[in-house]
């Protein structure tokens, strides 16, 4: 396994900019963890499938992808974008018993960062009316994280890209907490490492805010997962 990997910070094109939101993924890191992670024909699930990044890049790459995503907008562009449209589910993840998905052989994720300054919920798509507070948001992270390594088969992998954040409040370790979170409370995700992802931004000599969050660089935290019963 790399444990550092240098990309360039690209929106992907396929992103129309009527759609709002800035939080998609490059397809390059999507592109280096699925065909590391599985082979053709194997299955890749999203579970915060956002613009359907992960699942447009999977198709390309002849895996097969499942996404699951709660805005409506974001959910329908996906359906669209990919030609396992009926492998997307509109919809919230908490709300799922997985007998809408398959068992998968890859995970690679990118949950909704929390904003420190206003508690508001980013598991209910950043609704202004939710509210949270950091210990439920990492609560969430486990309780979410339990219930997908359920509908993974056993030796499979999971991949979380998630950032340290640093803002005018403060420098938070989100990524080391939502890590550590996973190692020590989801029993079936066994912590195999991380993979540093530096980001390159081709468009500024100023790399400290590449990534954006106040970062250059973010992480893929890779687990090896035991798999569900099912
Ligand atoms: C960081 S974005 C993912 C971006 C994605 N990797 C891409 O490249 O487009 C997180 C996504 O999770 C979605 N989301 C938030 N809460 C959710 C929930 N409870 N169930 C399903 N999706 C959710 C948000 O609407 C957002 O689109």
Redesign the pocket.
């Known amino acids: 396994m790399q444990t550092y990997i240098t990309v360039p910070y690209e929106r992907?094109d396929a992103?129309p900019d009527d759609i709002e939101?800035d939080?998609?993924?490059p397809e390059t890191l999507?592109e280096r963890v699925v065909e590391t992670y599985t082979d053709p024909g194997e299955t890749v699930l999203?579970?915060?499938?956002?613009?359907?990044?992960?699942l447009a890049v999977a198709e390309r790459l002849d895996r097969i992808p499942y996404g699951?995503?709660?805005?409506s907008e974001?959910a329908a562009f996906v359906r669209d974008r990919v030609d396992h449209g009926e492998n997307v589910v509109h919809?919230?993840?908490?709300e799922l018993d997985g007998s809408e998905l398959p068992t998968v052989d890859l995970c690679h994720?990118?949950?909704?960062?929390i904003a420190w300054d206003e508690g508001v919920d980013?598991?209910?798509?950043y609704d202004v009316e939710s509210r949270t507070s950091y210990e439920r948001y990492l609560d969430d992270v486990e309780r979410l994280f339990d219930r997908v390594t359920e509908w993974m088969r056993a030796d499979s992998t999971l991949v979380v890209?998630v950032a340290n954040l640093k803002n005018d409040q403060g420098t938070f370790t989100l990524a080391w907490d939502v890590g550590r979170r996973i190692t020590e409370r989801v029993d079936r995700a066994k912590f195999r490492g991380e993979t540093v992802v530096v980001w390159e931004d081709e468009e500024s000599d100023d790399r400290t805010d590449a990534y954006g969050h106040g970062y250059d660089h973010s992480y893929c935290l890779v687990y090896d997962v035991a798999g569900g019963a099912r």
């Not at 999203?46 to 992960?54: E, K, L, M, Q, V």
């Not at 994720?109 to 960062?113: A, E, N, Q, V």
């Not at 980013?122 to 798509?125: E, I, L, T």
């Open positions: 992907p992103i939101g939080d998609w993924t999507v999203d579970p915060f499938a956002g613009f359907g990044t992960t699951v995503e709660f805005d974001r919809g919230d993840v908490f994720t990118s949950p909704p960062f980013p598991f209910r798509s890209d």
